[in-house]
């Protein structure tokens, strides 16, 4: 396949576009019969190369012409009319011309019908001699030139605009041509069956991005072309006898550049030349890069290394680079030494923009993260693409979502800068109150360390933003704030204030550090140890829910907020209302907080 930046391309590099086309409708004469046989194409430049005609066995139209010869317009030449459940009866008129090399499915049933390929386009993008008065021409100045001769001599029955699905370089954007090239290839056919199996096998996180992997792997119909004709990339290091072409490979241990060094050969192993021409052509990006999980783990570097390193834990990506990155990598790491190189992959979602496009820089919409790290911190950065969206799924990014994020930390802050005003209590005898939120946080880091066993940052960061916000901070810190202070409370019940404040937010402090690595070890520093919290465990804790009292706190405490509202008072107004009968364990508390009176 050779795009607008003149290289061979691999299938993994094509994307589709939908492109707005011509759906040209000419006139092909049956020798038999001598009747019309109108032949619908997008690309009518092609003609030169055709080497025969479509129809559907089953369709009524055309059956009659089956195993006669249309007589291609233009150039008089003869070719056979088939019958090819391939063909579409709908699309178009029904009938197809097959050339060379028009597109991937003109490619695959001239191998499957054993037709003799004739070269339209060459390396350049430019009608071949074979092309007659057209060569020369670019395949769109060829197209336009075409569809006037045809129409002047009245060989055009219509033209039709389309949107067509078109296959494009996913690099130059452009549409491409497939031309006969001269490559290296990898075979990866044969393999298939074991790669798939090993994807099979494999832990994705997440289960849904699998198929990803699955659906290409059956999809892959020839082996892979590794070479490229660009300027950037690895040099194949092959040099070739100048007398015989007998290609020669280095010793390994050294980078090679064949395009400018001397041949490391004093003469060819075949003939006994001793002049040398370097090979010009690169691998393709994936050929070396996919080799990762190989180099970290010092593949034929340091061999006890590499016994314990490989196969490595897990490989992290993006979900557009799965027929890729992760596809090449299996393939490449099986190949070299015969075991898979990674027993679970982690495929993320694209980061679009806040219309839902994907960011790229062809587009503009990118956003640079060097200035909004240094407005917002890298917590902040951190903390908005973790809890942005659940893993797998594309996420949005903006300014305005990052600068929400940092919000939390402010949060965060604010609880640590308030609870650092009380000693740090080993143990107490705990309240009802005390009880209810240590269950809820029993609960909260179950769930969050679920999700890191998962790798799926969203579930830590949105149920500790869920704890830290809507139950500790804005109920839990409230109901007790009386108690912490010592105001109409015993030492004893404020002491069981103190544990559990300081519980919650040491605990908290270390469910969030992977997340929020900077401002977590600062608060942790300053009030519980001299040494990192990246050095600490995830507690276990003992606290179980004894009952189910958040959703009646809650709705209590909106009703009671609520009321003052609704009144136009200050919510440390006095207040006459009842507490319910399944909060009353909690009523000291209560009382306190909404300064409730008999």
Same mark, same amino acid.
């Given at each position: 396949?050779?795009?607008?930046?003149?290289?061979?391309?691999?299938?993994?590099? $094509?994307?589709?576009?939908?492109?707005?086309?011509?759906?040209?409708?000419?006139?092909?004469?049956? !020798?038999?019969?001598?009747?019309?046989?109108?032949?619908?194409?997008? /690309?009518?430049?092609?003609?030169?190369?055709?080497?025969?005609?479509?129809?559907?066995?089953?369709?009524?139209?055309?059956?009659?012409?089956?195993?006669?010869?249309?007589?291609?317009?233009?150039?008089?030449?003869?070719?056979?009319?088939?019958?090819?459940?391939? $063909?579409?009866?709908?699309?178009?008129?029904?009938?197809?011309?097959?050339?060379?090399?028009?597109?991937?499915?003109?490619? !695959?049933?001239?191998?499957?019908?054993?037709?003799?390929?004739?070269?339209?386009?060459?390396?350049?993008?430019?009608?071949?001699?074979?092309?007659?008065?057209?060569?020369?021409?670019?395949?769109?100045?060829?197209?336009?030139?075409?569809?006037?001769?045809?129409?002047?001599?009245?060989?055009?029955?219509?033209?039709?605009?389309?949107?067509?699905?078109?296959? $494009?370089?996913?690099? %130059? /954007?452009?549409?491409?041509?497939?031309?006969?090239?001269?490559?290296?290839?990898?075979?990866?056919?044969?393999?298939? &069956?074991?790669?798939?199996? %090993?994807?099979?096998?494999?832990?994705?996180?997440?289960?849904?991005?699998?198929?990803?992997?699955?659906?290409?792997?059956? *999809?892959?119909?020839?082996?892979?072309?590794? +070479?490229?004709?660009?300027?950037?990339?690895?040099?194949? #290091?092959?040099?070739?006898?100048? *007398? %015989?072409?007998?290609?020669?490979?280095?010793?390994?241990?050294?980078?090679?550049?064949?395009?400018?060094?001397?041949?490391?050969?004093?003469?060819?192993?075949?003939?006994?030349?001793?002049?040398?021409?370097?090979?010009?052509?690169?691998?393709?990006?994936?050929?070396?890069?996919?080799?990762?999980?190989?180099?970290?783990?010092?593949?034929?570097?340091?061999?006890? =290394?590499?016994?314990?390193?490989?196969?490595?834990?897990?490989?992290?990506?993006?979900? &557009?680079?799965?027929?890729?990155?992760?596809?090449?990598?299996?393939?490449? %790491?099986?190949?070299?030494?015969?075991?898979?190189? =990674?027993?679970?992959?982690?495929?993320?979602?694209?980061?679009?923009?806040?219309?839902?496009?994907?960011?790229?820089?062809?587009?503009?919409?990118?956003?640079? #993260?060097?200035?909004?790290?240094?407005?917002?911190?890298?917590?902040?950065?951190?903390?908005?693409?973790?809890?942005?969206? +659940?893993?797998?799924?594309?996420? /949005?990014?903006?300014?305005?979502?990052?600068?929400?994020? *940092?919000?939390?930390?402010?949060?965060?802050?604010?609880?640590? !800068?308030?609870?650092?005003?009380?000693?740090?209590?080993?143990?107490?005898?705990?309240?009802?109150?005390?009880?209810?939120?240590?269950?809820?946080?029993?609960?909260?880091?179950?769930?969050?360390?679920?999700?890191?066993?998962?790798?799926?940052?969203?579930?830590?960061?949105?149920?500790?933003?869920?704890?830290?916000?809507?139950? =500790?901070?804005?109920?839990?810190?409230?109901?007790?704030?009386?108690?912490?202070?010592?105001?109409?409370?015993? @030492?004893?019940?404020?002491?069981?204030?103190?544990?559990?404040?300081?519980?919650?937010?040491?605990?908290?402090?270390?469910?969030?550090? #992977?997340?929020?690595?900077?401002?977590?070890?600062?608060?942790? !520093?300053?009030?519980? *140890?001299?040494?990192?919290?990246? @050095?600490?465990?995830?507690?276990?804790?003992?606290?179980?829910?004894?009952?189910?009292?958040?959703?009646?706190?809650?709705?209590?405490?909106?009703?009671?907020?609520?009321?003052?509202?609704?009144?136009?008072? #200050?919510?440390?107004?006095?207040?006459?209302?009842?507490?319910?009968?399944?909060?009353?364990?909690?009523?000291?508390?209560?009382?306190?907080?909404?300064?409730?009176? &008999?």
């Amino acid at each position: 396949m050779w795009p607008n930046c003149r290289t061979t391309i691999a299938d993994a590099e $094509v994307i589709y576009e939908e492109l707005e086309t011509e759906l040209v409708y000419v006139k092909f004469k049956v !020798r038999e019969t001598k009747e019309d046989l109108i032949v619908a194409t997008t /690309r009518p430049e092609l003609i030169c190369a055709c080497q025969a005609v479509l129809v559907h066995p089953q369709d009524e139209r055309y059956k009659r012409f089956v195993g006669r010869h249309a007589i291609i317009p233009i150039y008089g030449r003869e070719v056979p009319i088939l019958a090819n459940t391939s $063909v579409d009866p709908k699309f178009g008129s029904g009938v197809v011309m097959i050339c060379s090399y028009g597109d991937s499915e003109d490619v !695959r049933l001239f191998r499957e019908l054993k037709l003799q390929e004739i070269i339209a386009v060459d390396e350049q993008g430019k009608m071949t001699k074979n092309a007659g008065a057209y060569s020369g021409l670019t395949t769109k100045d060829a197209r336009i030139q075409i569809v006037k001769d045809l129409e002047k001599n009245g060989l055009l029955v219509k033209k039709e605009s389309i949107i067509h699905r078109t296959p $494009v370089c996913e690099k %130059c /954007r452009t549409p491409i041509e497939i031309i006969p090239m001269n490559e290296f290839y990898l075979k990866q056919l044969p393999f298939k &069956d074991s790669i798939r199996k %090993c994807g099979e096998a494999m832990t994705f996180y997440p289960e849904m991005h699998r198929q990803l992997l699955l659906n290409w792997i059956d *999809s892959i119909t020839i082996d892979w072309p590794i +070479s490229r004709r660009r300027y950037y990339a690895t040099e194949i #290091p092959v040099w070739y006898c100048k *007398s %015989c072409g007998e290609a020669h490979i280095p010793k390994l241990g050294k980078y090679y550049k064949p395009w400018k060094e001397k041949a490391p050969f004093e003469k060819c192993s075949k003939c006994g030349g001793k002049e040398f021409i370097g090979e010009t052509r690169t691998f393709d990006t994936w050929f070396d890069s996919s080799v990762s999980p190989l180099f970290i783990s010092k593949y034929l570097e340091d061999e006890k =290394f590499f016994k314990k390193a490989y196969p490595v834990s897990i490989r992290p990506q993006g979900k &557009d680079i799965v027929r890729t990155w992760l596809y090449y990598t299996l393939l490449r %790491c099986y190949l070299a030494v015969g075991v898979f190189p =990674f027993k679970a992959a982690w495929i993320s979602g694209y980061c679009v923009d806040e219309k839902g496009e994907k960011m790229s820089k062809s587009k503009g919409n990118v956003i640079d #993260p060097e200035p909004i790290i240094e407005k917002y911190g890298a917590d902040a950065f951190r903390f908005w693409s973790a809890q942005e969206a +659940s893993l797998g799924f594309d996420f /949005r990014a903006s300014e305005e979502r990052i600068a929400n994020a *940092s919000k939390f930390l402010t949060k965060l802050w604010n609880i640590a !800068r308030f609870i650092s005003m009380f000693p740090v209590v080993k143990k107490a005898k705990l309240m009802p109150a005390d009880e209810w939120i240590l269950g809820e946080l029993a609960e909260t880091s179950k769930a969050v360390q679920e999700g890191y066993k998962s790798f799926n940052f969203f579930i830590p960061a949105t149920r500790m933003r869920e704890f830290l916000w809507n139950l =500790f901070a804005n109920h839990y810190i409230e109901m007790v704030k009386a108690r912490a202070y010592g105001k109409g409370f015993s @030492k004893q019940e404020q002491k069981a204030a103190w544990f559990t404040l300081h519980t919650c937010l040491r605990v908290s402090l270390k469910l969030l550090a #992977p997340i929020i690595p900077f401002i977590t070890d600062y608060i942790w !520093r300053s009030l519980y *140890s001299k040494g990192s919290i990246h @050095k600490e465990k995830f507690e276990k804790i003992d606290w179980k829910r004894k009952e189910k009292l958040t959703e009646q706190i809650l709705e209590f405490n909106s009703k009671v907020w609520g009321i003052k509202k609704e009144k136009g008072v #200050p919510l440390t107004a006095e207040i006459q209302i009842t507490i319910p009968k399944e909060l009353k364990k909690l009523e000291k508390d209560l009382k306190a907080m909404h300064n409730i009176k &008999d």
